[in-house]
């Protein structure tokens, strides 16, 4: 039985690893994807509805421009029955072009068809993108690569964040419970 959890799993393996086929297998076929960007300089349409569309803006659009993506939900796995789920997540990533390093947090919000569980509805906030130079790309993908995934306690992620001044600034800004812990 296809589960909320394995629609996530999926949707990250296709969009961290640019693998656009993989969306058919998260969303159904008229699912709706909308974007809301609160800081970071990321451009993204603020909505595409339809497999492809999806596929398009999340997979080939965002691996034109990035490489090495780790994403992870700071959170546990939905259960298998839930209709919606909601939860924080990180990514680090580095620019193609400029091999800057990209580390960045927001929050998704999935609704999920009831007989397969395909992702009806994604909306993914983006609350914070930093950009750190080339030369932070060890430690920050040591720690991407740790954590894991794609689910991990929002208390691993923070303790084991770089000593970067941009990494735990942005750690701060991802939920109230993050500026207790970072």
């Known amino acids: 039985m296809h589960t909320p959890q394995d629609s996530i799993e999926t949707y990250l393996r296709a969009k ?12 159904a076929g008229g699912a709706l994807l909308q974007m809301e960007l609160r800081q ?3 451009v993204f349409p603020p909505s595409a509805q ?20 780790y994403t992870v939900c700071l959170a546990d796995p939905p259960a298998t029955d839930c209709a919606d789920f909601h939860c924080d997540w990180l990514v680090a990533m580095t ?3 400029s091999r800057a390093v990209r580390v ?6 999935w609704r999920f068809a009831p007989g397969n569980r395909l992702a009806q509805e994604l909306r993914i906030v983006i609350e914070a993108m ?45 939920a109230p419970a993050c500026a207790d812990a970072a």
């Open 16 to 27: 961290d690893g640019n693998r656009p086929h993989l969306i058919a297998q998260a969303f």
């Open 40 to 42: 970071g300089g990321m």
């Open 50 to 69: 339809g497999r492809e569309a999806i596929a398009e803006t999340l997979v080939r659009n965002f691996n034109r421009s990035f490489e090495n993506i």
């Open 95 to 97: 620019e193609k072009d």
């Open 130 to 174: 930093q950009t750190l130079p080339p030369a932070d790309i060890l430690p920050v993908m040591a720690w991407a690569t740790a954590l894991g995934g794609p689910w991990c306690p929002r208390a691993h992620a923070l303790a084991s964040a770089p000593p970067i001044p941009a990494v735990r600034q942005l750690l701060q800004r991802l």
């Open 104 to 109: 960045g947090c927001g929050q998704y919000h």
